[in-house]
């Protein structure tokens, strides 16, 4: 009987801690705007033409992204943890902390490759590829935050 009990303790404990671990990750993509993520390394992945970028996992998702010139490429923090978005170097994004659930946005003005990094965890990279078009409607260079957590005072 000892036994028994035993199993059904740990078992409870493993469906607990199951859904704690992987219960919440997978709430968490249902309520994601249409940006796709892979289980691969942020680094690993190839340019993709969006101009959305996931924080999440300690990493930027896509790692790289192509986009015309006069884009806002916008950044949301789905970690659980505080990030920036920072230039490498020059003009470019320059986020506060972004909180979980807040987002950052920047417009590119100027063509050609600009790489950031995450201030807190400089092991973070991205890349933003911005291509010269003529339907594009270049407007000033500007950033913005925007907090979709309510419950954060930031």
């Given at each position: 009987m000892r036994n028994a009990i035993i199993a059904i303790a740990v078992i409870a404990i493993l469906a607990v801690?199951?859904?704690?671990?992987?219960?919440?990750?997978?709430?968490?993509?249902?309520?994601?705007?249409?940006?796709?993520?892979?289980?691969s390394p942020?680094?690993?992945?190839?340019?993709?033409?969006?101009n959305?970028?996931?924080?999440?996992?300690?990493?930027?998702?896509?790692?790289?992204?192509?986009?015309?010139?006069?884009t806002m490429?916008?950044?949301t923090n789905k970690d659980s943890t505080a990030h920036t978005v920072t230039a490498d170097s020059g003009n470019g994004p320059a986020s506060q902390p972004l909180q979980p659930g807040?987002?950052?946005?920047?417009?590119?003005?100027?063509?050609?490759?600009?790489?950031?990094?995450?201030?807190?965890?400089?092991?973070?990279?991205?890349?933003?590829?911005?291509?010269?078009?003529?339907s594009a409607t270049p407007s000033s260079n500007n950033s913005t935050t925007t907090n979709s957590n309510p419950s954060s005072p930031y």
């Open positions: 801690g199951g859904w704690a671990i992987f219960g919440r990750s997978t709430d968490n993509t249902n309520n994601s705007s249409k940006t796709s993520s892979t289980n942020a680094q690993n992945q190839s340019p993709a033409s969006t959305a970028v996931t924080i999440q996992n300690f990493a930027f998702s896509p790692a790289s992204i192509t986009v015309k010139k006069g490429v916008t950044w807040q987002s950052y946005s920047f417009t590119y003005n100027q063509t050609g490759t600009f790489t950031y990094h995450c201030s807190i965890h400089p092991e973070m990279h991205g890349t933003v590829v911005v291509t010269d078009t003529t």
